[in-house]
């Protein structure tokens, strides 16, 4: 066999394994083993080079940078546990229900807090659907509206920092997570000031898509409401201040900033008396399981770069993205519908261990703004969580919508939002100020 096939058929046999349904971490490790054994056998590098495999495990579990993964899983995860969302979305909605499409800003503006202060997606999602769609189709929201503004703002804790997807891409990338959580931060609001502009202009445009709330719905009013609208959300500003705001003043780094946050949302809970060893142990379940999934996910990546660079793969990657047509256009136009397209079919962090390894190497070489590329990577991956068949954001409101509403009702709704989203990415590509803006450099 030609040596120089070996990189791009074990490329190829890794995608039809993951595309095919087998567990993405199994996929990389599986083919990293075949491909090794031919490697060897070949005479390309002998099994010396494997020897590597576990002094670069190792150093995934001693990556400082990771430890922010479970910290910010566990804020996020006992934030929902203690009913937060649920009274930042009842409390807001209140607020903003006199207005047409008032629910549905309540849910863009609960959506971007949530995001802040928890940053995952399925708990925001989960919460915004069990609270916000019954009343809003209650009371004759459009279906496709309510399930578009319910799955997109969910998702704004991709993007708004402190996001989980954008700690994985720092160290994916070997830049700053600070870096990133800076540079995020204009891109991620912007999105969501997209995303109420899109629900005002539907409320003019179509009133009885996004009628306001009857008065009956509004039982607190003046002085009353303003008291429970601050009791409610100065508490998860503090929180997101004080997390966000020491990573951004240089006091603390994410992870120990991320494990302030989970002493945070401890104490919020305890405070709203709702701290219980059920909850504990709950939290500590779902922190455990996806923090699993992101180190086996690792691990299978870190074995499948080792061969895939012992095939000299990545040389030949690196040679096809920096001789694209366009230079340094090219290889942005092909990474963004990579990810765009990869995003229909599977997980955002199983891309961003797959394609940014390939990626980066190539970007650095055409002097490429790697925290500018991780934001515009970032609002990529943000809309695999709304591409139909696979989002994530599609399965979760299904989970929790009533049986009543169609399946294709929660796509079409979805639709207007990957939009949006499309247009803030190319905001980000021809405004890098939006990204860079911010960064002390």
Do not use: C
């Amino acid at each position: 066999m030609n040596p120089e096939l070996l990189g791009p058929l074990m490329f190829a046999t890794a995608l039809v394994l993951i595309f095919s349904g087998y567990p993405v971490a199994f996929s990389l490790g599986g083919t990293a083993l075949v491909f090794a054994a031919i490697g060897v056998s070949q005479g390309i590098f002998d099994w010396t080079l494997m020897l590597a495999l576990p002094e670069r495990t190792y150093g995934i579990m001693a990556n400082t940078v990771l430890l922010a993964v479970p910290f910010f899983i566990f804020m996020g995860t006992m934030l929902e546990r203690s009913k937060l969302a649920e009274d930042l979305l009842t409390t807001i909605g209140m607020l903003f229900g006199r207005l047409r499409g008032g629910v549905a800003l309540a849910v863009v503006l609960v959506g971007a807090l949530l995001a802040a202060a928890t940053g995952v997606v399925g708990a925001s999602v989960v919460a915004m659907g069990m609270i916000s769609l019954p009343v809003m189709l209650r009371y004759g929201y459009s279906p496709e509206l309510s399930a578009g503004v319910i799955t997109a703002s969910g998702t704004l804790g991709q993007i708004i920092p402190p996001s989980v997807v954008l700690v994985v891409l720092a160290d994916q990338m070997g830049v700053s997570v600070g870096d990133l959580f800076v540079g995020s931060l204009v891109p991620g609001l912007m999105l969501a000031g997209f995303y109420a502009l899109f629900v005002i202009a539907v409320a003019i445009a179509k009133p009885a898509a996004a009628p306001a709330l009857p008065p009956e719905e509004r039982d607190i009013h003046g002085t009353a409401l303003l008291r429970r609208v601050g009791m409610v959300m100065i508490p998860p500003l503090v929180l997101i201040l004080l997390v966000l705001g020491s990573i951004f003043a240089g006091i603390a780094t994410p992870t120990e900033a991320g494990a302030l946050g989970a002493l945070g949302a401890i104490l919020l809970a305890l405070a709203n008396k709702r701290l219980s060893v059920d909850s504990l142990r709950g939290t500590a379940r779902e922190t455990t399981r996806l923090t699993s999934m992101v180190v086996f996910l690792l691990i299978g990546s870190t074995a499948f770069s080792l061969v895939f660079r012992g095939l000299y793969g990545d040389i030949w990657i690196e040679e096809l993205l920096t001789n694209l047509p366009g230079g340094r256009v090219g290889l942005l136009v092909v990474a963004n519908l990579a990810i765009f397209v990869l995003g229909f079919f599977i997980d955002f962090f199983e891309i961003a261990f797959i394609i940014l390894p390939l990626i980066v190497p190539a970007a650095s070489r055409l002097g490429i703004d790697l925290v500018w590329l991780g934001v515009m990577f970032g609002m990529n991956l943000q809309t695999s969580f709304l591409t139909p068949p696979f989002g994530f954001s599609l399965f979760y409101l299904r989970g929790v919508a009533p049986k009543e509403m169609p399946t294709t009702a929660i796509y079409r709704g979805a639709i207007p939002f990957i939009g949006i989203q499309l247009v803030g990415l190319v905001m980000i590509i021809v405004f890098p100020e939006l990204v860079t803006g911010l960064l002390d450099r």
